[in-house]
């Protein structure tokens, strides 16, 4: 009869093999991980310095004095209802910009903006094109 496997096989070198295979394959895998993961910390370092608000020499050159904002006067006195509402938006502007970099800023009017897209519509474009 047809025998696949001798009766007196070595099954060390098969497990030697084996063994080295899948470490072999899990390294390459670690190595994939590891490169990748340095390819996005480069990406983010490259956004963090092309996000910069730095004008070019000729923008600097073209750029007209900036003035102060003159403070905006309603005729209509607020109430208590709006009050709480500027700062709601305030704390959360305040929050998404944080500290700005010790740069001042100042909201200057807070009016509802039209958008094609909900709210939620909105927040999922966002989140997907974010690391774009």
Sequence with gaps: MFQ???AAYDWTETGIV???GVIIVFSVLVLFVAIIWCFGKIAVATAKKTTKDKPSKQE???APPKQ?????QNSVAPSAQDDELIAVISAAVYTMLGD???RPYQIR????VATGRSAWAQSGVLNNVRSF
């Design 4 to 6: 696949l496997i001798p």
């Design 18 to 20: 084996s063994a080295t």
């Design 60 to 62: 600097k050159k073209t």
């Design 68 to 72: 102060a904002a003159a403070p905006i």
């Design 100 to 102: 700005n970099g010790g």
């Design 109 to 112: 009017s807070i009016r509802p």
